[in-house]
């Protein structure tokens, strides 16, 4: 307890994938790169694309079936959904659809946006809800499908991203294990990364016009990008670290956003991390945005690498741009 207050939990997670990958070598046949160039510049080797009968909400759905699941939990025990997405079946919010599709009929349902932040930033809005008291057992979930909006002409964008979704349970509980978090945005440089709305004007009536239009694919500047990733991200995990009273040798896994292995080996050598405690799949799934950390986090907990009681630091970063970690215990 905190203060009077209800603790957190992190008791259960999830994860699914498409089917279909998408080598280096499969696509060096549709833009004008190699596997050397894109493994060698990102540690990425293929990602999973989904097809056109595949949607966020059946992904994001197996997901937080498999961490209900794995958190000895029914449907019917979820209060709260929030689905950390920036590529939604619906744009008013697909979270509800993934609550029918599980059968969580008592749980409400909303979407989070803050791109390759948003489980993070997830974790913490759900936090809060569970210490006011407000609902018992909340499910967040990471979820993307960013092949829908990638330029596969492209090469400097199109090797990065895939898809995917990850998810986990949290609890309320009497010891909390939620143990410090840092947010943060900044806005004048949301040109370095975005996924923008172009319009053009539709003449109604005389003196009228309307817009129609529709989001354009991804950009990136990615050496801006970079920079600002390894010199934020070592910062606010160390202030997040501060906050709990903790150093960094105290973590037992760090798990950033894969975004690009470079990024992760620059973070570890800034904490004076081993290597063999940050954690890094995106060799097999590349950058699934929201759905990279709790992909990568339910991979390690099943494979039994993360046990109950590991102390275990998270931080993502991405568009808007946004940024954030949270260190947390897992486990009841």
């Known amino acids: 307890m905190i203060n009077g207050e209800a603790g957190v939990a992190f008791i259960g997670s ?3 994938q498409v089917e279909t990958a998408l080598s280096n070598d499969m696509l060096s046949r549709v833009v004008d790169t190699s596997d050397e160039w894109i493994s060698s510049r990102t540690g990425i080797g293929q990602r999973h694309v989904a097809n056109g009968d595949e949607s966020l909400a059946v ?25 950390a997405t920036s590529t ?15 059968g969580a009929t008592r749980a409400v349902a909303f979407d989070l946006t803050a791109a390759c932040s948003g489980f993070v930033f ?13 609902y018992q057992n909340v499910l967040v979930i990471g979820a993307d499908l960013l092949s829908r909006w990638v330029d596969w002409e492209d090469r400097t964008t199109c090797v990065l991203f895939g898809d995917g979704a990850g998810a986990v349970v949290m609890q309320a509980c009497d010891r909390d294990r939620l ?10 440089l949301n040109g370095c990364l975005n ?45 997040t ?27 570890a050598k800034r904490l004076n991390l081993p290597a063999e405690r940050v954690v890094s799949n995106m060799a097999k799934h590349g950058n699934t945005s929201a759905a990279s950390i709790p ?13 109950p009681g590991h102390k275990i630091a998270m931080s993502g970063f991405g568009a808007g741009l946004t940024w954030g970690a949270v260190l947390l215990e897992w486990g009841r």
């Open 14 to 16: 999830g994860s699914a």
């Open 122 to 134: 997830g974790v913490v809005t759900a936090a809060q809800f569970i210490r006011t008291g407000t």
């Open 88 to 102: 939604p079946d619906d744009l008013f919010g697909t979270a509800c659809q993934v609550q029918a599709a599980i």
């Open 179 to 188: 143990l410090g978090f840092e947010m943060h945005s900044d806005g004048t």
């Open 59 to 83: 992904l994001a759905a197996q997901a937080a079936k498999g961490a209900i699941s794995t958190a000895n939990l029914t449907p019917d025990d979820i209060d709260l959904i929030i689905l």
């Open 241 to 267: 670290l501060f906050h709990a009273g903790l150093v960094a040798s105290d973590m037992d896994w760090l798990i950033l956003h894969q975004a690009n292995q470079r990024i992760l080996d620059a973070v």
């Open 295 to 307: 992909i990568a986090l339910d991979e390690w907990v099943r494979m039994g690498k993360i046990q």
């Open 195 to 239: 996924l923008a709305y172009t319009a053009q004007s539709v003449p109604l009536v005389d003196g009228v016009t309307a817009q129609k239009g529709t989001f354009t694919a991804i950009t990136m500047n990615g050496r801006e990008v970079y920079r600002f990733a390894v010199s934020r991200v070592p910062e606010v995990l160390e202030k």
